[in-house]
Nanobody
Framework: QVQLVESGGGLVQAGGSLRLSCAAS????????MGWFRQAPGKEREFVTA????????FYADSVKGRFTISRDNAKNTVYLQMNSLKPEDTAVYFC???????????????????WGQGTQVTVSS
């Protein structure tokens, strides 16, 4: 079992920044690819970004490229999501997820993730 706890969400004005953190516990963190997904009211959960187990490969949804950055610190069992130039359409509950996988394929596929956090709300006002 892996437990994931997100933090860092909140209310921010458009153009502002937030940094989300996801702390993992329970298994060897470095064995897991990590992803961030989000779900806005009335919409399906969507892929935001993912990072491979070692941090050497990252993927981003087109909607966040150039604005969001994913990183991980395997010594701290934590993955981060730096969000800059936030837009109202970024408003959603953000979830981190862990996948027991040391490859770099299909990291954008939510169905392939094994563990999920409870989510943290991000609200961007216009």
């Amino acid at each position: 079992q892996v437990q994931l706890v997100e933090s860092g969400g909140g209310l921010v004005q458009a153009g502002g920044s937030l940094r989300l953190s996801c702390a993992a516990s329970g298994r060897t963190f470095s064995n897991y690819a990590m992803g961030w997904f989000r779900q806005a009211p009335g919409k399906e959960r969507e892929f935001v970004t993912a990072i491979s187990w070692g941090g050497g490969t990252t993927f981003y949804a087109d909607s966040v490229k150039g604005r969001f950055t994913i990183s991980r610190d395997n010594a701290k069992n934590t993955v981060y999501l730096q969000m800059n130039s936030l837009k109202p359409e970024d408003t959603a509950v953000y979830f981190c997820a862990a996948r027991s996988y040391r490859g770099t394929v299909y990291l954008e596929a939510a169905a392939k993730y094994d563990y999920w956090g409870q989510g943290t709300q991000v609200t961007v006002s216009s």
